[in-house]
């Protein structure tokens, strides 16, 4: 008998022999499968979770290496290791790293001894757990807003080796307002500030500065008798008032902060316009010099300073840079050295006139009598200024400077007295219309175009006056304006003002009056309605409240240093030096476009091309500037 071969088996058993088998692995892979979620979301939400939670909880940020790369550190002083540590958290709430309150009558007060909303100290620390993925890495923004990673050629873990890196990580909390604009107030002692506003006598030889620091600095109201103010928000303010007005304006500023590991920039709050005239007149020079050299001893000692040596810091002066360079240590040479020491070199010092051939000093706006308190206030006053009728065509309030052969002002008043569209208020002795702040606005409201050749110096206060009343400025030196505030004034100067050089009327007597006449009735339009449009950014906002939306000179000011102090550090993170840096060129650098690191030849090279000493600095400007602006003060206060 043949054995029968599976080949003979029936199709129909084979068929049902399968199929059997297939439904059982089926019903196996299901369970096994369903098992195996089960599992999977009970690892996910119970184990990992917790484990989550616990590693959240004990993380601990890591210590951070402060110690800056020595090629980019300052070589002007030498920076104690012991300062190399970061801001010890310990300190934060004592009273020295708290700034100070303002009374209304403008005394600074230590108090803050409650914590005010507009300081952030809840900022939270950076995520460790990211520190070596792109993200972590501080963002730039572009013009169109979108923000761009940068620093690329640096590892994460490098840059952790920066002290500074958590302040640049602070603008990639796209939910914090203040994220990248935080500031640090340091809590000077009162001998730095306080103490000189309640011996305010003793602040001029010839002006009681007293009522002048009343109101927070804004000094005593005037009264709109004649009609040419607003009903609120004008004040007597002395020229030289910054210092204290600054100060106060940022204790309301909104991004202060007592976590100093934040800060983009720190503030030093000591009123160094005030201190140096004290001691201008009958003094010796380390009398001059005590204070400043005081303040750097006490801020180089303490932890913020260590972090970049000072670069990171800033301070304001009322005062003209010519103050603050004294070029010797004789008894006879003028004001003090405070921008000379080396420690200062690192800082930048904020001053109405600064110097075109030092680098760590920057124009700010002379300050203006008027002080909103609030939009509306500017927004009306602009509005008032639109409308005017204008029935001078130019217009000087000045007095001639027959001391010095250089000065066009004498030619200047010949010309607006043989014009009759010109008008004339003349400065000099027994003159009380040019100090009246009633006149002064009056006239420049009624002019198209205001004259604004040098003064004792540079610059003066009444080109601010002149911009405040909508009238255009004119200018015959680009030092006065255009190389100053570059921070606050277009750097496209023909859409505000119009340049004639001193040259033009010094040797070529131009006349003003055809030169004005050559700009079309439209232009002029057009150009009061560009310089209308800056009031906003010129004046100083009432620093016992807030623009709700505008902003004022302190504000673009602040906003600028933070910009240095950011751009700087990127620039080290970066490995960026600028070792084409040529100090004595420092005005033409501020005028470079975005993106530009090297300045060449220029226009205005001969009107800065003067004999200089060795510290860069004209000497003819330095002392004897500074010198005739006091002369001028006592004359008008005689």
């Given at each position: ?32 499968s369903?098992?195996?979620w ?9 184990v ?6 616990n ?45 100070a ?36 890495v501080?963002?730039h ?31 990639e ?200 308190a ?152 057009i150009?009061?309605?560009e ?10 906002a ?5 623009l ?13 240093v ?13 490995g ?11 005005w ?51």
């Open positions: 008998m043949r054995r029968r071969t599976a080949s003979n088996v029936p199709s129909e058993q084979m068929e049902k022999g399968t199929v059997k088998n297939q439904n059982t692995r089926l019903c196996f892979l299901v369970t096994l369903a098992f195996f089960v599992l999977l979301l009970y690892f996910h939400f119970v990992l979770g917790s484990s989550t939670v590693d959240s909880v004990s993380l601990q940020p890591g210590p951070v290496n402060l110690d800056l790369n020595p090629s980019y550190l300052p070589d002007i002083h030498q920076i104690d290791s012991h300062l190399k540590t970061a801001p010890n958290r310990e300190n934060d709430n004592h009273p020295e790293s708290v700034p309150h303002v009374t209304d009558a403008g005394q600074m007060d230590s108090g803050f001894t409650s914590k005010p909303s507009r300081f952030h100290d809840d900022h939270p620390a950076p995520n460790r757990e990211n520190d070596n993925h792109p993200e972590s501080p963002a923004v572009t013009d169109a807003g979108q923000i761009d990673s940068g620093f690329t050629s640096k590892p994460s873990r490098e840059m952790e080796n920066y002290p500074f890196i958590r302040a640049l990580r602070t603008v909390n796209r939910s914090d307002p203040c994220g990248g604009r935080y500031i640090y107030v340091h809590d000077l002692p009162p001998r730095f500030n306080e103490d000189m506003l309640k011996k305010c006598r003793t602040l001029s030889l010839w002006t009681n500065m007293c009522k002048f620091t009343t109101n927070a600095g804004l000094g005593p109201p005037l009264e709109n008798i004649e009609g040419v103010f607003s009903d609120t928000g004008w004040y007597a303010t002395n020229q030289f008032a910054v210092d204290v007005i600054f100060s106060n304006r940022m204790k309301q500023y909104e991004c202060l902060t007592h976590d100093s590991s934040i800060a983009a920039a720190i503030f030093v709050p000591f009123y160094a316009g005030f201190d140096i005239a004290r001691y201008l007149w009958g003094y010796n020079i380390s009398t001059r010099d005590a204070a400043s050299l005081d303040l750097v001893d006490w801020l180089m000692k303490r932890p913020e300073w260590g972090i970049m040596g000072g670069r990171d810091h800033f301070l304001v002066a009322g005062r003209i840079t010519w103050d603050f360079r004294r070029l010797s240590d004789e008894e006879s040479d003028w004001g003090n050295k405070l921008l000379f020491l080396p420690a200062a070199k690192n800082m930048s010092m904020l001053v109405v006139e600064s110097s075109p051939w030092n680098a760590n000093d920057f124009g700010i706006p002379y300050p203006t009598y008027f002080h909103p609030k939009d509306a206030d500017v927004f009306a006053w602009q509005d008032r200024m639109r409308k005017l009728e204008r029935k001078w065509l130019f217009s000087f309030a000045g007095a001639p400077r027959p001391g010095n052969p250089k000065s066009i002002r004498g030619k200047i008043i010949n010309q607006c007295k043989k014009s009759k569209v010109g008008k004339l208020l003349e400065c000099d002795f027994g003159e009380s219309k040019c100090h009246s702040p009633s006149s002064i606005m009056q006239m420049f409201q009624s002019s198209l175009f205001c004259l604004q050749p040098q003064g004792d110096s540079y610059t003066r206060r009444s080109a601010f006056d002149a911009m405040l009343a909508g009238c255009i400025p004119v200018f015959f030196h680009p030092g006065s304006a255009y190389t100053q505030y570059t921070w606050h004034l277009p750097k496209n100067y023909t859409n505000y003002s119009v340049f004639i050089p001193e040259d033009d009327i010094r040797k070529r007597n131009v006349s003003i009056e055809e030169r004005l006449l050559q700009i079309s009735s439209e232009q002029v339009k150009m009061r309605e310089v209308i449009s800056l009031i906003p950014r010129l004046v100083y009432d620093p016992r409240s807030k709700e939306t505008l902003e004022d000179a302190f504000d673009v000011a602040v906003e600028a933070i910009d240095k102090v950011t751009k700087l550090r990127r620039d080290i993170i970066e960026h030096t600028d070792e084409n840096f040529i100090e004595e060129n420092s033409k650098y501020a005028l470079l476009e975005e993106g530009q690191r090297e300045v060449g030849p220029h226009e205005w090279d001969p009107f800065f091309s003067k004999p200089k000493d060795g510290n860069g600095d004209s000497a003819d400007l330095s002392a004897d500037a500074a010198k005739n602006s006091w002369k001028n003060e006592q004359r008008h206060q005689s």
